[in-house]
């Protein structure tokens, strides 16, 4: 394609079809923008109990705690509006790598934009692979097949033509084969993918189990805040008789029980991770996808390009008439019939490597190249299983010639061979796939002049010619990446439309475990479901396999409650891709529609990120769970200290009021969501086995330990409060007491929960500068509110000695350290060092 056909439109023009006829933008764009996102933080429960508490608070003439309510809103919103945009603008930038993008002629040169900038008229290139960008009619094509089941729901493949009724093609159809060059002739919701307002942006996604989970949870917690907010006014209402300092006494108790932090900190972890992998050079379509990949528990690959340097370089050819092989990477190589008719045989402008490759060695070794003086007369894509493909040229010195290559069982099937010459040949096939190679059959036709051709390929008797067989050695680091996931308990299992013994070989030079054992295609077929289901758990090498066998492989894995990550490039892959709970496409090899098929697009082809992919969702996944449960056991405290006076009739009842417990959610929430998110991964996380896919955010034993975690803590504060009121000390001095108990706790529980299997020894050695920001932003905020008169004020503290202040950190040390007797007795057990 070095002179193009076609002119295409000006700049000019572009900009005058645009305001003529619309842009091309398709379905319903998601809400988003700082409207958006300050209306999501206005209808929080939180912004809403803090409004409704300032107005109370400036109702009942207490201007200064109201001003503070008001401060504290703003802290709060922009500490949301803050988390969102940070979440926002990774989500975005993956959007922009991931948005599609058409070839098209502008100003007689090719140009690439955004399919959503395509105009009317524009003139786009498509090919095998591709997603068709826009409603057109074909210019000029060649061999172009396109999958349309999008819009017809039927399976099969449509042949188009330049002429006649299938010389239009549509929006968000796929390119079997073929190339085409087309002029756009509607756009947008004009097009036919428009008006049945069908766009894959706008299908919802389930949400993960994990999402569920924190849905539940934190549904539950909000009707437990609004239940308690009742019980509390009713029980301060009857005590004082005062309606305002009743409700001011609930909205205290309901601002400590919701857990506003949890969907904060699952958002923010999730989008930033999704940036963490952009950063690595792997682009996730979901955020929420990160949480999945920690659980993968089998890798499903594909071996060209995935497991092997997708080289593909022609090797060997066996000559079938000579009955001999000849190598083609020798200097002193020949020129063989069988290497003419097997580059007849490809596309005239190849784009498949291994008819890249056949076209150079016809070109590095032919004595008279006649390409430029053929003409195509007849085409037929690939077909069959397994497949081939079938093109007719008319070659001046030799008339027309009918050219076949593909799957070796199709080629012998449409040959008039002897059975013991198939078997001998299949024989030489099997000798060539144990040593690596793909192997493809060659068969050729004579056919006379101004006769028509038969409607499909399989209607051909073919003259056997022989066999090509191409190279593509293993990468160089695929048995250190492959043994990385067996560390990690991940099953790796290749599928392969290559032979059993090709197959078997690459995968014993990649380090996949029992490569001898495997199992093709039609098996799969026909076997039942009960026959497979432990032997897909079973067999680590599908070998022929096409994609209805790729899909009942994912399906009945998925059946056996394993969590599959499947990698694919090309067109016939987007099912599975599909249907895995982690799709995988190769940004440099992978085709367009393999691409949208995918949840994630590893940009270098590189299977090594999956690794640390994997590592990463791991990682998230137990840093939730650490925010999760610290959230959980500092929640406690907070909601006994408001209420366990009030039901218990203390002498003072009004410890905390909403000012106390902003504050400390001011605390809390930036723990969460910003401090643990930054974690570390821990140091045996990649060598132990997967998580199970049903397995719950906390286990039993995890939350019993959590709210035993919280108890403690509550009575450590409580306890040292009731000791000093007991002994005649003030209200605001006993409210100092317990608050500065419940800080030092924080500060250690923080240090503490950073893991629950290691020693706080360890983990304070874990590389985490927001860890010390955070922790020492709290001390000096503890001191200021204690020791400064303004502050102090606000809060209704008083002075505490050096020595209380003292007790009150030991107090809280001890209300937490004994968890680090409980990891030790677990690594013990456990047998971790």
């Known amino acids: 394609m070095a002179s193009l056909p076609f002119k295409g439109l000006s700049d000019h023009e572009v900009t005058v079809n645009r305001k003529n006829y619309g842009s091309n933008i398709l379905g319903i764009r998601e809400q988003s923008g700082f ?47 803050y988390q969102e945009r940070r ?212 890798i499903c690959t594909d071996k060209t390009g995935t497991l092997t340097q997708n080289r593909m370089e022609l090797a060997l050819i066996y000559d079938y008439a000579r009955d001999t092989i000849y190598d083609c990477t020798e200097e002193n190589a020949n020129f063989i019939e069988v290497l003419e008719i097997a580059m007849w045989a490809s596309e005239p402008e190849p784009f498949d490597k291994m008819e890249v490759s056949l076209h150079e060695m016809y070109g590095k070794y032919t004595l008279y190249d006649e390409r430029e003086d053929a003409v195509m007369v007849a085409e037929y894509p690939l077909d069959g299983k397994p497949p081939i493909m079938t093109h007719a040229f008319r070659v001046p010195s030799r008339g027309i010639i009918v050219a076949a290559k593909g799957g070796v069982e199709t080629i012998l099937h449409q040959c008039s061979l002897p059975s013991d010459h198939n078997e001998l040949i299949m024989c030489q096939v099997f000798s060539l796939a144990s040593q690596g190679y793909r192997v ?75 490569p001898e054992r495997q199992i093709e295609g039609v098996d799969i077929m026909n076997k039942t479901d009960e026959e497979l289901r432990p032997l897909v758990g079973k067999v680590n090498i599908f070998s022929r396999m096409f994609p209805e066998a790729k899909m009942r492989v994912i399906e009945l894995l998925k059946s056996n409650g394993e969590v599959v990550a499947m990698t694919g490039d090309g067109v016939n892959d987007g099912p599975a891709l599909k249907s895995a709970h982690i799709g995988i496409a190769m940004g440099v090899a992978g085709s367009e529609v393999a691409r949208n098929a995918a949840s994630l697009v590893i940009m270098d082809d590189d299977l090594k990120w999956m690794v640390y992919a994997i590592g990463l969702g791991r990682r998230i996944y137990e840093n939730l769970k650490k925010a999760f449960r610290y959230i959980i056991s500092i929640h406690i405290p907070v909601l006994l200290i408001v209420s366990v006076p009030v039901v218990l009739t203390w002498k003072y009842i009004n410890l905390f009021t909403p000012v106390h417990v902003i504050f400390l959610e001011l605390i809390m929430g930036p723990t969460c969501s910003i401090v643990f998110e930054n974690e570390p991964i821990e140091r045996n996380s990649m060598m132990r086995p997967p998580r199970k896919s049903n397995e719950e955010l906390f286990s039993l034993r995890e939350m019993t330990v959590s709210i035993i975690q919280g108890l403690v803590i509550t009575l450590a504060c409580l306890g040292a409060g009731y000791y000093v009121m007991t002994s005649g000390a003030s209200q605001a001095y006993t409210r100092t007491v317990i608050y500065v108990t419940l800080i030092f706790a924080n500060i250690f529980l923080t240090l503490v929960n950073r893991s629950f299997v290691f020693s706080a020894l360890e983990t304070i050695r874990y590389r985490n500068p927001l860890m010390a920001v955070i922790l020492v932003i709290t001390l000096v905020i503890l001191f200021v509110s204690v020791y400064f008169e303004p502050s102090r004020r606000i809060f209704g503290f008083e002075v505490l000695s050096q020595g209380v202040m003292g007790c009150c950190a030991l107090l809280a040390f001890v209300s937490v350290a004994w968890l680090e007797i409980y990891k030790w007795v677990e690594r013990r057990q456990r047998g971790v060092e």
């Open 87 to 298: 979440s926002r603008n990774a989500v975005n930038s993956l959007k922009k790598l991931t948005s599609p993008r058409s070839r098209a002629i502008r100003n007689g040169s090719w140009t690439e934009v955004e399919t959503d900038d395509l105009v009317m008229d524009d003139i786009f290139y498509i090919s095998d692979g591709n997603l068709i960008p826009a409603d057109g009619i074909i210019l000029m094509q060649h061999d172009l097949s396109v999958d349309e089941s999008i819009l017809t729901g039927e399976s099969f493949a449509v042949m188009k033509q330049q002429e006649g009724e299938n010389n239009r093609v549509f929006r968000g159809t796929n390119v079997v084969s073929g190339s085409a060059y087309v002029k756009v002739t509607a756009v947008g919701t004009k097009s036919e993918l428009g008006k049945i307002g069908l766009s894959l942006e706008s299908i919802s996604r389930e949400k993960t189990p994990l999402q569920k989970q924190i849905a539940i949870f934190t549904t539950r917690m909000v009707v437990f805040g609004v239940a308690a907010f009742l019980v509390v006014c009713v029980m301060t209402f009857v005590e004082t008789r005062e309606i305002l300092e009743s409700l001011l006494k609930g909205l205290t108790l309901a601002m400590s029980v919701l857990p506003e932090e949890i969907p904060v900190a699952f958002s923010t972890f999730m989008a930033l991770g999704a940036y963490h992998l952009y950063r690595k050079g792997i682009i996730t379509k979901a955020p929420s996808m990160v949480e999945t990949l920690g659980g993968a528990t089998v």
């Open 35 to 81: 409207i958006y996102a300050l209306k999501e933080v206005v209808m929080e429960p939180l912004f809403i109990l803090l409004l409704f508490t300032s107005l109370i608070y400036f109702g009942v003439g207490k201007t200064q705690e109201g001003l503070i309510m008001v401060l504290a809103l703003l802290f709060v919103s922009g500490i949301s509006l």
């Open 440 to 514: 493809l059959g060659v068969a050729s036709a004579l056919w006379p002049e101004g006769r028509k051709f038969p409607d499909t390929q399989s209607e051909f008797v073919f003259e056997f010619q022989g066999l090509v067989a191409f190279y593509d050695p293993p990468k160089t680091n695929i048995r250190e990446t492959v043994g990385a996931f067996y560390n990690a308990g991940i099953q790796v299992k290749m599928i392969t439309g290559d032979y059993a013994q090709t197959a078997s070989a690459i995968a014993a030079m990649c380090g996949i475990q029992d």
